[in-house]
């Protein structure tokens, strides 16, 4: 009888054990494809799984995109670009756009959100403004229509200039000029149970101060932080601290809100820049992005205003983008050259590898291709996306990265083994 409670509850344990495999956090990357020189989308896919993404969030709705992400498992979200809110307030065109854009590549590609506009309210076009929540509550219909709401949400992006300050976090509230505007979307976030999209840059905050911002404490380095005076927060990085900035801000407005969740749809670090743009070069990309998305392949992102919630983040971008206006930096936030050699080395060591776009390597983040920004890094090579990522040989201001997939089958192929033969014994 005892015998066979114990060999009952070891099976129950090698059961327990199979059932809930380790996780991370989901790693989301931005694919924009403003320039004249990208590889086609079905060569991009090997890319993105080299650096562990599971997400993708798209800056339109391309068909030839949309049609390469088919049975890839990535969660794909796509956009609505501000140049079409106007039209989205009659909901026939809301329902033709997403009949066409979303629900014709539905369900071999797994589309999860549209974003409708981006960083609208302070883009001072007051007509722009005034289109953006009608366009959403159209577009949200128009999935109502189809079935879809429950497996596709509705949002925007905002940058962090709806804020009237951002520092400390808990002294932030939005701005009153705003208030009007957005408030119609908050609450249309509670009711749909979508979350806000935060464009979050570190980056642009050091560049305007470089003398009184640590630029540890915006890279993820080491660092003594710092301690909200107005909540008791502790911060060791900037992230995390505009994150909550916003969480106050939605407290702020009013206790309905404090559920909104939300997610860093835009966040990086430019590898190159004008002379002006201090702090703009490979050196600190390669540490931003590296240290961010170790963060990520190794235990979930919660802030310490919200520790019960994951943050989903995206990371902007993966390809450096030609013909992207504006300063030099804005061509200089991917990963990738447009060939699919890293601009710089992240470190990431995969056990297993498939082919990428034409040029790229694989290889464990050995001798690379030049950047843009004068330094040569290493080539990652593919793993599965979304797999399990451990750190190896860590250091502050590199990323070594392995997959632990291959590692992981290896020890529950032992681990069953072994408790076969003890299962046996006991019988």
Request: proline residues 7%; charged residues 15%; contains cysteine.
């Amino acid at each position: 009888m005892a015998s066979s409670q114990i060999s009952f509850s070891l099976v129950c344990l090698a059961l327990l054990f199979f059932s809930f495999p380790l996780t991370v956090t989901s790693i989301g990357i931005n694919y924009g494809q403003v320039a004249n020189n990208l590889p086609p989308p079905k060569n991009v896919i090997p890319l993105l799984k080299s650096v562990g993404a599971t997400k993708v969030k798209l800056y339109d709705a391309d068909p030839q995109a949309l049609r390469a992400f088919s049975g890839s498992g990535f969660d794909l979200t796509v956009s609505l670009g501000n140049e079409y809110l106007a039209q989205m307030k009659d909901s026939d065109k809301a329902r033709d756009w997403v009949t066409q854009n979303v629900q014709a590549y539905l369900p071999g590609t797994k589309i999860v959100a549209i974003v409708v506009g981006n960083e609208v309210l302070t883009s001072n076009q007051s007509d722009l403004s005034a289109a953006l929540f009608p366009a959403m509550q159209s577009i949200h219909g128009a999935l109502v229509d189809c079935g879809l709401n429950k497996q596709i949400f509705v949002t925007t992006a905002h940058s962090l200039a709806i804020l009237d300050v951002s520092y400390p976090p808990s002294a932030t509230s939005f701005r009153h000029d705003l208030l009007g505007t957005l408030t119609p979307i908050l609450d249309f976030h509670v009711k749909t149970g979508s979350p806000i999209l935060i464009n979050a840059y570190p980056f642009f905050a050091y560049e305007g101060n470089p003398k009184h911002i640590s630029l540890d404490f915006v890279l993820f380095q080491p660092n003594q932080g710092f301690t909200d005076p107005g909540s008791n927060f502790h911060y060791d990085n900037m992230l995390f601290a505009q994150v909550d900035a916003v969480y106050h801000a939605l407290d702020a407005v009013g206790i309905s809100y404090k559920k909104v969740p939300i997610v860093v749809s835009e966040t990086g670090w430019p590898s190159n820049g004008d002379p002006q743009e201090v702090g703009a070069n490979c050196d600190n990309a390669r540490k931003y992005n590296g240290n961010l998305i170790k963060m990520m392949m190794s235990k979930k992102m919660r802030t310490p205003i919200r520790p019960d919630c994951d943050l989903t983040i995206f990371v902007f971008a993966l390809f450096n983008e030609n013909m992207k206006p504006g300063p030099t930096s804005e061509r200089n936030y991917g990963l990738f050259n447009p060939d699919g050699t890293p601009v710089y080395s992240l470190g990431i060591k995969t056990s297993s590898s498939s082919g990428g776009s034409s040029g790229s390597k694989n290889s464990t983040g050995g001798g690379g291709s030049s950047s843009s920004g004068g330094t040569t890094g290493g080539s990652p090579g593919a793993s599965a996306g979304g797999g399990i990522y451990t750190p190896e040989n860590p250091s502050p201001d590199y990323m070594s990265i392995s997959s632990a997939r291959g590692k992981g089958r290896f020890v529950e192929c032992v681990f069953f083994f072994l408790l076969l033969c003890i299962i046996k014994l006991r019988l």
